[in-house]
């Protein structure tokens, strides 16, 4: 096969299963001797460990990152009548999570550089019902966390960091989910510490808010079958606790192995039509993607997609405009920095152990497309 029809996949999640393979399959063996499948000690050691890294005093496991959101919403008694501001550009979870539980989301404009949620954005958008505000420290990158931190407590407002894109991320020396009242994570199979299946954890300092957590996600029940509020079902297994551990311990290595990546994409695009991600003086990113920006996007995706790379379209439409939020009433032009991301946007293949030959072939022909 000749080196240009080499097939390239947006991601490729074989390479590192194969290596924790047997470590994973005999701590699903010891689960099955056990006879403790869910919530037991693999969860409480992953959840030790979790906090540990993050820098907080308490994880809750929980059965995805979806539901890390709704449990921190209702932690917080956010629901009907409240606003939480958002921002626009983000996996729809996010703002749905909001939804889910009576209150309405209020989206704010992103900054042009990474994304994120403008604070000054945000600021305009605080009114009397604001309870919380929601950032999404998309791709891998946190966002302006000094900013939205010191605008929340100038009016006591909660913050809930969206990390289920950037675990590891770092703000100066913190890691992103120890910086809000509570950080929401997910372990969906492709995110940079993914699992073999659906989980997400909730982080805090706040004892209340742990304690809390752990009655929402078993049903409101203090103790067995003694249920003292309406909560729900999200509990993590100890299957996916015990491969998230093994994966937790190889962490600091996948994430050198995304920047390597990166790094090598950002070297090759350096003074072309192409802008790569920046990351904010003092922070570190994590890549969950590698983004890219050019005015001429569709046609870079369709070279990618003739030459056999996986490219992804993140994202292709604010969610202001979705038809879901047309009663909120927002229009072309309500949020032009996220409107504009959206057409310009296009993400590249980064994984750990990415070959080198797959990162040459996705420069050049990204560079192709452009000439
Ligand atoms: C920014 C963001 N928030 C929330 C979620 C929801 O996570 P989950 O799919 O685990 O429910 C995702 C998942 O892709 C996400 O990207």
Redesign the pocket.
């Known amino acids: 096969m000749s080196e240009s029809v080499i097939p390239v996949p947006f991601l490729d999640l074989t390479a590192q299963f194969k290596d924790l393979e047997g470590e994973w399959l005999e701590a699903v063996r010891a689960s099955g001797a056990r006879g403790s499948f869910i919530l037991g000690p693999q969860v409480s050691a992953f959840e030790r460990e979790f906090a540990e890294y993050v820098g907080v005093k308490h994880a809750i496991a929980v059965a995805?990152?979806?539901?890390?959101?709704v449990l921190s919403l209702r932690a917080l008694n956010i629901g009907r009548g409240d606003e939480v501001i958002t921002t626009p550009f983000?996996?729809f979870?996010?703002a749905e999570?909001i939804d889910v539980v009576g209150a309405t989301p209020v989206f704010a404009d992103i900054l042009p550089d990474d994304f994120t949620l403008d604070p000054e954005s945000v600021r305009e958008r605080i009114g009397p019902k604001t309870r919380a505000i929601l950032p999404?420290h998309?791709f891998g990158h946190a966002a302006d966390m000094d900013s939205i931190m010191e605008l929340a407590r100038e009016h006591g407002l909660a913050v809930i960091e969206?990390c289920?894109?950037c675990f590891g991320a770092r703000v100066g020396d913190r890691v992103t989910g120890s910086i809000g009242t509570t950080g929401?994570f997910?372990?969906?199979p492709?995110?940079v510490l993914g699992g073999y299946g659906?989980?997400?954890m909730v982080t805090t300092n706040s004892a209340q808010i742990d304690e809390r957590i752990r009655r929402l996600r078993n049903h409101g029940a203090i103790k067995p079958f003694i249920h003292v509020e309406v909560g729900c079902n999200s509990r993590l297994d100890e299957i996916q606790a015990a491969a998230l551990r093994i994966k937790l311990r190889g962490i600091d290595a996948a994430i050198t192995g995304r920047r390597r990546v990166a790094e090598t994409y950002s070297r090759r695009f350096a003074g072309t039509a192409v802008r790569g991600p920046t990351t904010r003086t003092g922070d570190a990113h994590v890549y969950n993607l590698y983004t890219i920006r050019t005015a001429r996007r569709d046609q870079v995706r369709q070279r990618l997609t003739d030459r056999q790379i996986g490219s992804s379209l993140c994202y292709p439409q604010g969610l202001h405009l979705q038809d879901v939020y047309r009663h909120l009433g927002y229009q072309p032009g309500s949020l032009p920095v996220c409107e504009q991301a959206t057409t310009e946007v296009l993400s590249l293949p980064v994984y750990p152990g990415m070959p080198d030959a797959h990162i040459a072939r996705v420069c050049q022909t990204v560079l192709d497309a452009l000439d």
Do not use: H, M, R
Not at 64 to 69: A, K, P, Y
């Open positions: 995805n990152g979806t539901d890390s959101l983000t996996f979870a996010s999570a999404v998309i969206d289920a894109q929401s997910s372990f969906y492709t995110k659906d989980g997400g």
